[in-house]
């Protein structure tokens, strides 16, 4: 079972890397063409906001046939993304039977699975507003990296819970957790995707900028980020405070500072901070986004650094 | 110049000063309480608490910094006098979250008193120019005179949820304004006041609350009772009096670890007795995440080990046994550390007044052996072997330095004054004996468990739950909350009449339209 778990990671690493490829490819033959606009509708568009994507200057024209290849390539990839999500989901819920228990243990099976709420969220969104599509790109990505990174660095044998986890908090604490960080990661790269386009419509057009091209309008995507975070960081706090809770039965106490505790409590501060300068009409839209950013750096800080390199009470990683 | 009239000046210092100060103070003030400040100190606060995450802390690890203190003998007292070591006590990291409570309740008191005011307030007329609203719908034919339209108006509003007020104009127009989604900004106050509510909670139980470690053995004879002088470790809040503490008594029974075949660790459970006061004794099963929890109390299982029971008989015969607790070095519990003999080769005659023939034992416990190798292959005690050297001269006890009881004291080694009595160690099972070169004798009995265990009480804890709660509850008000107003005005004749609609929503509201719309479409059949 723990076998056909690896078999199936490896699938959707596969899976999710030529979604992108094919993401890639509709960016390439240029998914604004005629083909794409019927697709996704006009009012749609507005409604994502800012300046919809019909008042800019079309880009040369694409050839019909080109824009006929996109949205050939766009499909693809939408379907591979959807194959691959379950592959995913496979890969998941063979590793919880192999174990005998909730799937995620370690480092290796939270990183699994909050990636997994990634791709649900993006799948999610994508259903309610399908204008976001060339964030597809992007969003798988980011998900062949962390999962990449996975199997081939953080990747732990199945074993039993050490008893400090043993306790039903792992189910709540640690699914939220979970579930925050993979709607994070979605709103990370809207968020870096935002800044890109910010840039390109300021008229930058040196390489990350350049990407904002084929982006959605500036405007749309930053509201997209901020109700993105909005729903996100209520279950962050809800992890934290499973996690508070849960400290006072194993540990004594409902916060003490450790490692990760406290860069919980700095990405947690830092979306605050993005929360509040979103709601200042003073600050800028740009330098909110960035907070947003920085919060996200935290949080990989809280993944990777904290399990890896500082040592503390959270040392669950099991990695060797 | 007109404030100097109102404000009488004061004998130390002249108007102008006054007003200037004053003046100073208000802006402070309103630099204070601006958004920008707080962004700022929020973000401060972020950046002052990553030291404490990658600098050794003393709350945490006292040992740490000691080693850091070796590592980087330069760098260390430096740091110390920052605070570095103490990030989260320090006087620059309460400094960011004192401004920035100091802000928050400066920002929060007027906004407190301007909800109140719109929360009793009832819905503001309707605006003269409908049209110039973000959503506005006109020419709705609605059957009846305009009092009879708008009260059907009324009524739809209301079963919406919205607060509604229904006015009459002079012109013979009427207008219903309705309003809705004050939980917003209610549930934006009730986060921001449940911030308050944990600080306050975590000041309290900082205040009211204690912690103590002691390190318990297996038996009744190392039973321990809730008094500060039976702790290894303990600290007391700053208004708890040794005597507040909860008078209970714990002895070990028994302490069971479960392992997998691989030696990783399924479940530990210890097993006590305990009375509370001069009530009767019960029994209760300590484990991880499952603490014994009394009125005034907690003790929670933090850790575990292994007592080797050493007996030694001396070179006049006297027979004296140590339980001594090791530590394990290794999650397969190879387990290290020492057993002293203070008080024996006494001669007969009198006392031994230069400790020169005391007698320790320093080694290390292996639970499963595995060859001739000192380490440990197996955490439970399948194969368990004491390897042991035997040592005799000053044990250095006297010297009032505080020093490790896992370890003997390095400066006697190293000065001669206690010598190693075999080049090899002792290799013993339970039960084996061994002499040494003075005809005195060690012997391993056997092993008992050990326990690490914590006690603690915070009479905060219930309120810092609370505050996270309604934090929590607040914040999902706050963020999926939707202020937003309507208005109708109806005009015609006693028998038909127009209407036309406008509504404006404050902040995101995505949904907007689509609901506005739905209104109109309502109104419009209704």
Same mark, same amino acid.
């Given at each position: 079972?723990?076998?056909?778990?690896?078999?199936?990671?490896?699938?959707?690493i596969?899976?999710?890397?030529?979604?992108?490829?094919?993401?890639?490819a509709?960016?390439? &033959?240029?998914?604004?063409?005629?083909?794409?606009?019927?697709?996704?509708?006009?009012?749609?568009?507005?409604?994502?906001?800012?300046?919809?994507?019909?008042? =800019?200057?079309?880009?040369?024209?694409?050839? %019909?046939?080109?824009?006929?290849?996109?949205?050939?390539?766009?499909?693809?990839?939408?379907?591979?993304?959807?194959?691959?999500?379950?592959?995913?989901?496979?890969?998941?819920?063979?590793?919880?039977?192999?174990?005998?228990?909730?799937?995620?243990?370690?480092?290796?099976?939270?990183?699994?699975?909050?990636?997994?709420?990634? #791709?649900?969220?993006?799948?999610?969104?994508?259903?309610?507003?399908?204008?976001?599509?060339?964030?597809?790109?992007?969003?798988?990505?980011?998900?062949?990296?962390?999962?990449?990174?996975?199997?081939?660095?953080?990747?732990?044998?199945?074993?039993?819970?050490?008893?400090?986890?043993?306790?039903?908090?792992?189910?709540?604490?640690?699914?939220?957790?979970?579930?925050?960080?993979?709607?994070?990661?979605?709103?990370?790269?809207?968020?870096?995707?935002?800044?890109?386009?910010?840039?390109?419509?300021?008229?930058?057009?040196?390489?990350? !900028?350049?990407?904002?091209?084929?982006?959605?309008?500036s405007?749309?995507?930053?509201?997209?980020?901020?109700?993105?975070?909005?729903?996100?960081?209520?279950?962050?706090?809800?992890?934290?405070?499973?996690? $508070?809770?849960?400290?006072?039965?194993?540990?004594?106490?409902?916060?003490?500072?450790?490692?990760?505790?406290?860069?919980s409590?700095?990405?947690?501060?830092?979306?605050?901070?993005?929360?509040?300068?979103?709601?200042?009409?003073?600050?800028?839209?740009?330098?909110?986004?960035?907070?947003?950013?920085?919060?996200?750096?935290?949080?990989?800080?809280?993944?990777?650094?904290?399990?890896?390199?500082?040592?503390?009470?959270?040392?669950?990683?099991?990695?060797? | 110049?007109?404030?100097?009239?109102?404000?009488?000046?004061?004998?130390?210092?002249?108007?102008?000063?006054?007003?200037?100060?004053?003046?100073?103070?208000?802006?402070?003030?309103r630099?204070?309480?601006?958004?920008?400040?707080?962004?700022?100190?929020?973000?401060?606060?972020?950046?002052?608490?990553?030291?404490?995450?990658?600098?050794?802390?003393?709350?945490?690890?006292?040992?740490?910094?000691?080693? !850091? !203190?070796? $590592?980087?003998?330069?760098?260390? %007292?430096?740091?110390?006098?920052? #605070?570095?070591?103490?990030?989260?006590s320090?006087?620059?990291?309460?400094a960011?979250?004192?401004?920035?409570?100091?802000s928050?309740v400066?920002?929060?008191?007027?906004?407190?008193?301007?909800?109140a005011?719109?929360?009793?307030?009832? %819905?503001?007329?309707?605006?003269?120019?409908?049209?110039?609203?973000?959503?506005?719908?006109?020419?709705?034919?609605?059957?009846?005179?305009?009092?009879?339209?708008?009260?059907?108006?009324? $009524?739809?509003?209301?079963?919406?949820?919205?607060?509604?007020?229904?006015?009459?104009?002079?012109?013979?127009?009427?207008?219903?304004?309705?309003?809705?989604?004050?939980?917003?900004?209610?549930?934006?106050?009730?986060?921001?006041?449940?911030?308050?509510?944990?600080?306050?909670?975590?000041?309290?139980?900082s205040?009211?609350?204690?912690?103590?470690?002691?390190?318990?053995?297996?038996?009744?004879?190392?039973?321990?009772?809730?008094?500060?002088?039976?702790?290894?470790?303990?600290?007391?809040?700053?208004?708890?009096?040794?005597?507040?503490?909860?008078?209970?008594?714990?002895q070990?029974?028994?302490?069971?670890?479960?392992?997998?075949?691989?030696?990783?660790?399924?479940?530990?459970?210890?097993?006590?007795?305990?009375?509370?006061?001069?009530?009767?004794?019960?029994?209760?099963?300590?484990?991880?995440?499952?603490?014994?929890?009394?009125?005034?109390a907690?003790?929670?299982?933090?850790?575990?080990?292994?007592?080797?029971?050493?007996?030694?008989?001396?070179?006049?015969?006297?027979?004296?046994?140590?339980?001594?607790?090791?530590?394990?070095?290794?999650?397969?519990?190879?387990?290290?550390?020492?057993a002293?003999? %203070?008080?024996?080769?006494t001669?007969?005659?009198?006392?031994?007044?230069?400790?020169?023939?005391?007698?320790? &034992?320093?080694?290390?416990?292996?639970?499963?052996?595995?060859?001739?190798?000192?380490?440990?292959?197996?955490?439970?005690?399948?194969?368990?072997?004491?390897?042991?050297?035997?040592?005799?001269?000053?044990?250095?006890?006297?010297?009032?330095?505080?020093h490790?009881?896992?370890?003997?004291?390095?400066? =006697?080694?190293?000065?001669?004054?206690?010598?190693?009595?075999?080049?090899?160690?002792?290799r013993?099972?339970?039960?084996?004996?061994?002499?040494?070169?003075?005809?005195?004798?060690?012997?391993?009995?056997?092993?008992?468990?050990?326990?690490?265990?914590?006690?603690?009480?915070?009479?905060?804890?219930?309120?810092?739950?609370?505050?996270?709660?309604?934090?929590?509850?607040?914040?999902?008000?706050?963020?999926?909350?939707?202020?937003?107003?309507?208005?109708?005005?109806?005009t015609?004749?006693?028998?038909?009449?127009?209407?036309?609609?406008?509504?404006?929503?404050?902040?995101?509201?995505?949904?907007?339209?689509? =609901?506005?719309?739905?209104?109109?479409? =309502?109104?419009?059949?209704?």
């Amino acid at each position: 079972m723990s076998g056909l778990s690896v078999l199936l990671l490896e699938t959707t690493i596969l899976g999710y890397a030529l979604a992108m490829l094919s993401y890639a490819a509709e960016y390439a &033959f240029g998914s604004r063409g005629v083909v794409a606009r019927v697709a996704t509708g006009e009012r749609v568009l507005a409604g994502a906001g800012g300046p919809s994507l019909v008042e =800019e200057p079309p880009p040369a024209a694409p050839a %019909p046939v080109h824009a006929m290849a996109g949205a050939v390539a766009g499909r693809i990839a939408l379907g591979l993304t959807v194959a691959t999500w379950f592959a995913h989901v496979g890969s998941v819920v063979t590793r919880g039977l192999a174990a005998h228990r909730v799937p995620w243990g370690n480092m290796y099976e939270f990183v699994l699975a909050a990636c997994l709420v990634g #791709a649900t969220a993006w799948l999610v969104l994508l259903a309610r507003r399908p204008t976001v599509r060339p964030l597809g790109l992007y969003v798988t990505l980011a998900l062949v990296l962390l999962l990449g990174t996975d199997a081939l660095r953080l990747y732990t044998k199945v074993g039993p819970l050490m008893p400090a986890l043993d306790s039903y908090w792992l189910k709540i604490h640690v699914s939220a957790a979970i579930t925050a960080s993979g709607i994070l990661l979605v709103g990370f790269v809207a968020a870096a995707l935002t800044l890109v386009r910010i840039g390109y419509e300021a008229g930058k057009d040196r390489f990350p !900028y350049s990407l904002g091209d084929r982006l959605p309008g500036s405007d749309g995507l930053e509201r997209l980020t901020f109700r993105i975070h909005a729903f996100a960081f209520p279950i962050w706090t809800f992890a934290i405070i499973c996690g $508070a809770v849960w400290a006072e039965a194993a540990w004594g106490r409902y916060w003490g500072w450790d490692p990760k505790e406290t860069w919980s409590f700095v990405a947690w501060v830092l979306y605050a901070g993005y929360l509040h300068a979103r709601a200042t009409p003073s600050v800028k839209r740009s330098v909110a986004t960035w907070i947003a950013v920085i919060a996200w750096v935290a949080m990989m800080v809280n993944l990777f650094g904290v399990n890896l390199v500082i040592s503390g009470l959270h040392s669950y990683a099991g990695v060797k | 110049m007109s404030t100097q009239t109102l404000a009488p000046p004061t004998e130390d210092l002249p108007p102008d000063n006054k007003r200037v100060v004053m003046g100073l103070f208000r802006r402070l003030w309103r630099w204070l309480t601006s958004m920008r400040t707080a962004l700022i100190l929020l973000f401060l606060l972020a950046v002052a608490a990553i030291p404490g995450s990658v600098l050794p802390q003393r709350n945490l690890n006292q040992d740490k910094v000691s080693q !850091y !203190y070796v $590592a980087h003998p330069k760098l260390a %007292p430096w740091l110390d006098r920052l #605070a570095a070591f103490n990030v989260f006590s320090s006087p620059w990291f309460s400094a960011i979250y004192l401004l920035l409570f100091i802000s928050l309740v400066g920002c929060l008191v007027p906004r407190l008193r301007a909800h109140a005011v719109a929360l009793l307030r009832v %819905p503001p007329d309707a605006p003269a120019r409908l049209d110039r609203m973000p959503a506005h719908a006109g020419g709705l034919v609605l059957d009846g005179a305009p009092a009879a339209a708008a009260q059907r108006l009324h $009524a739809l509003l209301k079963a919406r949820r919205f607060r509604v007020r229904t006015r009459a104009r002079a012109d013979g127009s009427v207008t219903v304004s309705g309003e809705k989604g004050h939980l917003k900004e209610s549930g934006n106050l009730l986060f921001h006041f449940s911030l308050l509510a944990i600080l306050t909670g975590v000041a309290f139980g900082s205040s009211y609350g204690y912690h103590a470690d002691r390190l318990v053995v297996e038996g009744p004879d190392q039973a321990f009772c809730n008094t500060l002088q039976q702790y290894d470790d303990y600290g007391l809040g700053t208004r708890v009096k040794p005597g507040d503490l909860e008078p209970f008594c714990l002895q070990l029974n028994r302490f069971q670890a479960r392992y997998a075949d691989t030696g990783e660790p399924l479940a530990y459970a210890a097993d006590v007795a305990y009375t509370v006061g001069d009530g009767p004794e019960r029994t209760t099963r300590i484990k991880v995440n499952d603490p014994l929890r009394l009125a005034k109390a907690r003790v929670y299982l933090m850790g575990h080990g292994y007592a080797p029971v050493i007996r030694y008989t001396d070179r006049y015969g006297r027979t004296q046994t140590t339980v001594a607790p090791f530590l394990a070095r290794d999650g397969l519990e190879t387990s290290e550390g020492v057993a002293q003999f %203070p008080d024996v080769n006494t001669p007969p005659t009198g006392r031994d007044p230069d400790h020169k023939q005391q007698v320790a &034992f320093q080694g290390v416990y292996v639970p499963t052996a595995n060859g001739k190798d000192a380490v440990s292959v197996f955490p439970a005690e399948r194969n368990p072997v004491l390897v042991i050297t035997p040592y005799r001269g000053d044990l250095g006890l006297d010297t009032g330095i505080p020093h490790s009881v896992y370890t003997l004291n390095q400066d =006697e080694i190293a000065s001669g004054r206690l010598t190693a009595l075999t080049a090899a160690p002792l290799r013993l099972k339970p039960g084996e004996s061994a002499t040494l070169d003075d005809g005195s004798r060690v012997e391993f009995v056997g092993t008992r468990q050990w326990a690490a265990v914590t006690v603690r009480y915070d009479p905060g804890e219930q309120v810092v739950l609370a505050g996270a709660v309604c934090l929590l509850v607040g914040l999902v008000a706050m963020l999926f909350g939707r202020r937003r107003r309507v208005w109708f005005r109806v005009t015609g004749d006693g028998r038909a009449s127009t209407a036309e609609a406008a509504a404006l929503a404050r902040g995101e509201y995505a949904g907007f339209n689509a =609901e506005f719309e739905a209104i109109v479409r =309502e109104a419009g059949s209704s």
